[in-house]
């Protein structure tokens, strides 16, 4: 990403003039997109788009006002922070809360992603062709009726300064990347993909498109959706289940993250994204899941989806536990909802781009390794079921009775994986489903996927999280399948 020599953001900030502004922040981020997209070897998107713009915060009466803009104009930027400016003015007149600059101290910094090679590293006609070549292995039948192959590649480059001193530049190497197969026999219709829709997801650099690697995994997908055809259903019974980290991602999303957010406990999403069971009084008392159940907000954590080191309104990022030994402790608030709220939280400010303001948002949730091998997980179930990979989720507006669907599952026979099984599903109650967590697999167990597009907020918000765990087997789950 080349930088931009027309437009200096700490200047910006010198030329506005708001004599009785309690403090002034600006943030300027630019971004990079660049999607590839083929289906059945046709090009279904292949496009490269840029945004770059400015939001513009201002403390004045205890309120913060916002305004932004793409037009960097010295005089516009001035026109911006004066509407921002009279925004916190008017809302001050109608407070819930008031601030103070405590809440954005000075804050100085860099941060970048991890990467072996950069986005220059492979241009549009390989990284094509790869993904063509990547869709002609998953078809390995004629029974494969759609095949796809998908990256996205974002560059984004945030500066921040204030009027307290901050200064920070952060800038991140994103890649997305989904490939999947879909399989059908009469009736039977069943998708096959890489760990989940666009679940494999790093801060990382173009290696990733290392091209005996994918297609080895691209071989691998196309096998198994045409495995499912055949399958057997997945039984219905209450029974031992055994989570891969693919589809651990989905359920330390929905069933901890969103929870756990502080804006949504003092009702703030109530109207859009939901609630939460959740109660402010719950932290520091609540047993949320067995002792085993650790649970950290880490966005320290290299080459993870959602990692930087200070959030969107210049909070230095550090590594915090949620939940210790089960108990829920923590919060994903920010300094404004901390201090509303009187619970400790995170640096997780964020906002999807340069035109929102910063709200609480997941980074990096993980669930922290156990001691179990995962032949040690399965070992000792007479019988079970292992599933991997989502494929479908329902969750109540206050995340708390769910029921997902997997894309491949096997069955566990006397600590042996024996049957596949083909539409597995599981339900649950979130406290219920966590302290039956009995055993947490070891490091080796441990992967780390993500997802681009969680959404929040009004007006939405489509951001980055990451989600890092172990394999982990919890009991006495209600699971089911498709049979009738």
């Not at 080349?2 to 943030?27: C, M, T, Y």
């Not at 790093?202 to 691209?218: H, M």
């Not at 949730?365 to 292992?386: D, K, M, P």
Request: glycine letters at 8%.
């Amino acid at each position: 990403m080349q930088p931009n020599l027309k437009f200096d953001v700490k200047v910006a900030l010198s030329h506005i003039e708001l004599p009785s502004a309690e403090w002034i922040g600006l943030r300027e981020v630019r971004e990079i997109n660049t999607t590839r997209y083929m289906r059945d070897r046709k090009p279904q998107s292949n496009g490269r788009s840029q945004s770059h713009g400015v939001m513009i915060e201002v403390l004045v009466d205890g309120q913060f006002g916002y305004a932004s803009t793409n037009n960097l104009e010295l005089a516009n930027i001035q026109r911006m922070a004066r509407k921002a400016y009279d925004r916190a003015k008017t809302a001050a007149k109608w407070a819930v809360h008031r601030f103070t600059i405590a809440q954005r101290p000075k804050a100085i910094g860099q941060y970048f992603s991890p990467f072996v090679k950069p986005s220059e590293a492979i241009d549009a006609k390989e990284l094509n062709a790869l993904l063509i070549e990547i869709c002609d292995t998953l078809k390995v039948s004629d029974q494969i009726v759609k095949t796809s192959a998908y990256a996205i590649i974002t560059e984004v480059e945030s500066k921040f300064v204030s009027s307290n001193g901050s200064d920070i530049y952060q800038k991140l190497l994103v890649i997305a990347t989904d490939y999947a197969a879909t399989a059908q026999e009469g009736a039977i219709i069943q998708r096959r993909g890489d760990k989940g829709q666009l679940a494999r997801c790093n801060q990382i650099g173009i290696e990733v498109f290392d091209r005996d690697t994918l297609l080895q995994r691209a071989r691998i997908i196309g096998e198994q959706a045409i495995e499912l055809l055949s399958a057997i259903e997945c039984p219905t019974e209450t029974t031992s289940l055994v989570l891969a980290p693919d589809q651990m991602l989905l359920q330390i999303h929905e069933s901890i993250g969103h929870p756990l957010e502080i804006d949504r406990i003092l009702g703030d999403e109530r109207n859009y994204a939901g609630g939460s069971f959740v109660k402010l009084e719950d932290f520091g008392k609540m047993q949320y899941g067995s002792s085993i159940m650790n649970v950290s907000f880490d966005p320290t954590m290299a080459g993870e989806f959602a990692s930087y080191a200070f959030d969107d309104v210049g909070i230095s990022a550090t590594k915090e536990y949620l939940i210790k030994e089960g108990k829920l402790l923590r919060g994903l608030g920010s300094s404004e909802s901390q201090l509303r709220s009187g619970i400790k939280g995170v640096a997780n400010a964020r906002a999807t781009s340069w035109n929102r303001p910063a709200i609480d948002r997941m980074a990096n949730i993980n669930l922290e390794a156990g001691e179990h091998s995962f032949e040690a997980i399965i070992s000792n179930i007479e019988r079970g079921v292992y599933m991997q990979s989502n494929r479908s989720w329902s969750i109540d507006d206050y995340r708390n009775k769910f029921q997902f669907g997997c894309e491949y599952a096997q069955l566990i026979e006397n600590g042996k994986l024996t049957k596949t099984l083909r539409n597995p599903n599981y339900r649950g109650v979130t406290n219920q489903f966590w302290r039956s967590l009995a055993k947490v697999g070891d490091r080796d167990t441990v992967e780390a996927y993500g997802s681009p597009f969680c959404g929040k907020g009004e007006p939405n918000q489509v951001i980055r999280v990451g989600h890092a765990s172990p394999t982990c087997l919890f009991e006495n789950i209600e699971v089911f399948g498709g049979a009738s």
